[in-house]
T-cell receptor
């Protein structure tokens, strides 16, 4: 079946540091891949997505590239801010539209 | 648009009590889903619906019932609450499409079962 594995946190970085959160997946066919972000006390918001191999999703300075050869979708940001402190979830959808498979989430804390 | 709304925000139940978690969306989305979020587990799919009158089970459906009488509403019922159902519950909706579309999430309901 489908599954998503992402690096465990918590991750603590200083402001302006480089961020990488690793995400790998197992799926049949050609799933779509997503990164969602959850700020404290809130629901999940879509951060970025990619629907086919070699696509790059980007938003708010975050990027992730759909790598089919390594079954990965790593999240990166060149310079994190305190306001980026949140929990980040990698997820995939095998084109159902209603059933996301989530990773366990990675908590990020950015300190001034 | 209000997007996806959920009520209540927080609820405490005793074991054996029943309750309904409400979810509504005003985006005319065909697809709606319920997830539960537990520490260290990510989100897991409980039930989903692909349109009014059509529901099906997800990964962890036991102890929960759903119905979808209108496009807008998708309530989740706990018939006899158990401590194992202590969790944060999220409702989500998306458009129907031949490809994967973004799911929009509500703010969540935090449930504590004593």
């Amino acid at each position: 079946g489908n599954s998503v594995t992402q690096m465990e946190g918590p991750v603590t970085l200083s402001e302006e540091a480089f961020l990488t959160i690793n995400c790998t997946y197992t799926a049949t066919g050609y799933p779509s891949l997503f990164w969602y972000v959850q700020y404290p006390g809130e629901g999940l918001q879509l951060l970025l997505k990619a629907t086919k191999a070699d696509d790059k999703g980007s938003n708010k300075g975050f990027e992730a590239t759909y790598r089919k050869e390594t079954t990965s979708f790593h999240l990166e940001k060149g310079s994190v801010q305190v306001s980026d402190s949140a929990v980040y979830f990698c997820a995939l959808d095998s084109n159902s539209g209603y059933a996301l498979n989530f990773g366990k989430g990675t908590s990020l804390l950015v300190t001034p | 648009n209000a997007g996806v709304t959920q009520t209540p925000k927080f609820q405490v139940l005793k074991t054996g009590q029943s309750m309904t978690l409400q979810c509504a969306q005003d985006m005319n989305h065909e697809y709606m889903s319920w997830y539960r979020q537990d520490p260290g587990m990510g989100l897991r799919l409980i039930h989903y619906s692909v349109g009014a009158g059509i529901t099906d089970q997800g990964e962890v459906p036991n102890g929960y019932n759903v119905s979808r009488s209108t496009t807008e509403d998708f309530p989740l019922r706990l018939l006899s609450a158990a401590p194992s159902q202590t969790s944060v519950y999220f409702c989500a909706s998306s458009v129907s499409s031949a490809t994967s579309e973004t799911q929009y999430f509500g703010p969540g309901t935090r449930l504590l079962v004593l």
